[in-house]
């Protein structure tokens, strides 16, 4: 018999509840009521496996335990509402008497539970909340505090979704094959949404939060493993290429670190290897997407020893490739940057020009933060003035401000 | 599940429709056994509104709000879950130029 300690049982709290959850809402049918059945199973698991032994299959056993406690929960209630009774004979019948178990069940719940959370009948923030709360178990005040919101807003926002999954019928299933590439692009979009938020935070005190780009690329690693679509591995590589910058991108104050002036020996090797592997990995399989492309471009920062030492042309060209498959303004942009590091920065400023001239981006920070530099670059400097100036009125987020007023500092001397 | 596909366009827009287009694609569902009921409407410019308040009847002119978007049409529809009922409006021909909006229907309880 396997000894079993509180904290072997916190282990497979950490390890296995998420799944098991996934699991115990696909039998039970109901988001609040697997909740409860989780925490039931917990409870007779941290009594009983002290004294019976570890199960062989503890995940198959909290499943069939919190299975029972829900049947049992509902037949209490039943006794004062007859409309149960049907509930607890739907649960108790002999089509889901036996639980059949094996790994790749349970895979498939995890991926049902992601595309439920992140189906696009829900608002946005709601998929957001929903999956940080269901798929990474995070508490409702540490969403809270991610986002800026206090928790009983968070709270409403995840009582709403799941009663709108139930009352408007969002199924739980992976969307069928001829569904999943759009379905597939919005989970990826919530991710990646989540990720640029801890990666650069849109308001507040702090540059990033780590806390946020490790549910990112959790999430991003999850989904990997169940379903290894090429911008699957695309998107987890962008993340985890940009998540091995992040020692080197604030100093010990807070201060952002241009990428051009980070000390490259802080970033994290093994990050860096991974991701660049993802890529590889991704484009094997023919396809190209925005996720892999992107990640493709900053694995050729990643490797480079330094911003001259850069392959200024393959960045271009890849920004070339990004930018006739998504058609975005933003991508110019970046294209517009990477021009000006190959060709100078005459070159990339009348292209950023053309770009804020068609009026686009016009509320677009970054356009300014680069046409600000190209000029400062180029000795115009009052235009760099009036653009490092627009930037900081457009700026929410503290070491953002500080970063220009040392910049617009650096001017005047 | 019992979902209502409720057809909002700019009456205009609706005009580059075909009747024999929508009627096929009423008909499929119906194959399908998926419709309970559909139908196209008038012109907006047909409405009435009614309200009865303390017994009084009011008429007036008009729908319930003047927006861009007319309610055009509807579909009753039969699908398991959302995701079916998303597949089925998808095919509407409206889609294509204006809005489905999906709506669950709610049973009364007695």
């Given amino acids: 018999m396997t000894q079993v300690t509180n904290k072997g049982i916190a282990e497979i709290y950490r390890r296995e509840s998420r799944g098991v959850l996934a699991t115990l809402i696909r039998v039970l049918g109901d988001f609040d009521l697997a909740e409860d059945a989780l925490a039931d199973a917990f409870a007779a698991a941290v009594e009983q496996w002290p004294r019976d032994g570890l199960p062989k299959n503890p995940a198959a056993w909290l499943v069939t335990t919190g299975r029972f406690k829900a049947i049992d929960r509902i037949r209490r209630k039943a006794r004062f509402d007859a409309s149960l009774t049907e509930v607890v004979e739907r649960l108790g019948g002999t089509s889901v008497a036996a639980v059949e178990w094996d790994g790749e069940d349970m895979k498939d719940d995890r991926l049902r539970l992601i595309f439920t959370c992140c189906h696009p009948a829900l608002s946005s ?27 009983s807003t968070i709270a409403q926002r995840i009582v709403r979704a799941k009663r709108k999954i139930r009352d408007a019928g969002i199924p739980y299933e992976v969307p069928e094959r ?62 985890l290429l940009h998540e091995s910058r992040r020692p080197a991108r604030t100093t010990e104050q807070g201060d952002l670190i241009l990428l051009e002036e980070q000390n490259r020996t802080l970033w994290n090797r093994e990050l860096i290897d991974e991701g660049s592997a993802l890529v590889r990995r991704s484009l094997e399989s023919g396809r190209v997407d925005a996720y892999t492309l992107q990640a493709a471009i900053a694995a050729v920062h990643s490797n480079a ?59 677009y920070l970054p356009a300014h933060a680069a046409r600000a530099e190209l000029c400062r670059r180029l000795g115009r400097t009052e235009a760099a003035r009036a653009s490092f100036e627009r930037a900081l009125q457009l700026t929410q987020q503290e070491p953002q401000r500080r970063y220009f007023e040392r910049r617009l500092q650096e001017l005047q001397n | 599940m019992k979902y209502l596909c409720l057809v909002y366009s700019a009456e205009t827009e609706l005009e580059s429709l075909t009747d024999a287009e929508c009627m096929a694609v009423s008909e499929s569902m119906a194959a399908a056994g998926q419709r309970i009921a559909a139908e196209a409407l008038e012109s907006v410019q047909t409405a009435t509104s009614l309200r009865v308040r303390n017994g009084k009847i009011s008429i007036t002119d008009g729908p319930f709000a003047e927006t861009k ?42």
């Fill in chain 1, 125 to 151: 923030e709601a998929q957001l909340a929903l999956t940080l709360r269901e798929v990474c178990g995070l508490t409702t005040e540490a969403i809270a505090s991610a986002f800026l919101a206090t928790p």
């Fill in chain 2, 69 to 110: 978007e007319q309610l055009a049409g509807f579909y009753l529809i039969e699908a398991p879950d959302l995701n079916d009922a998303i597949r089925v409006a998808a095919e509407i021909p409206a889609a294509r130029v204006g809005t489905i909006e999906i709506r669950p229907v709610r049973e009364l309880k007695p």
């Fill in chain 1, 305 to 363: 020893e330094s911003a001259e030492e850069t392959d200024w042309t393959e960045i271009v060209g890849l920004y070339g490739v990004l930018l006739q498959l998504t058609e975005s303004p933003v991508v110019e942009l970046n294209q517009a940057v990477a021009l000006a590091m190959r060709d100078g920065p005459a070159a990339g400023l009348a292209r950023v020009d053309a770009i804020l001239n068609r009026g686009e981006l016009g509320d």
């Fill in chain 1, 178 to 239: 001829r569904d999943l590439p759009e379905r597939l692009e919005n989970v990826l979009g919530v991710i990646y949404l989540l990720f640029n938020e801890g990666y650069s935070t849109s308001a507040g005190e702090a540059a990033t939060r780590p806390d946020l780009t490790s549910e990112a690329i959790y999430l991003g690693r999850l989904l990997a493993d169940l379903l290894p679509e090429p911008e699957v591995l695309g998107l987890l590589a962008l993340m």
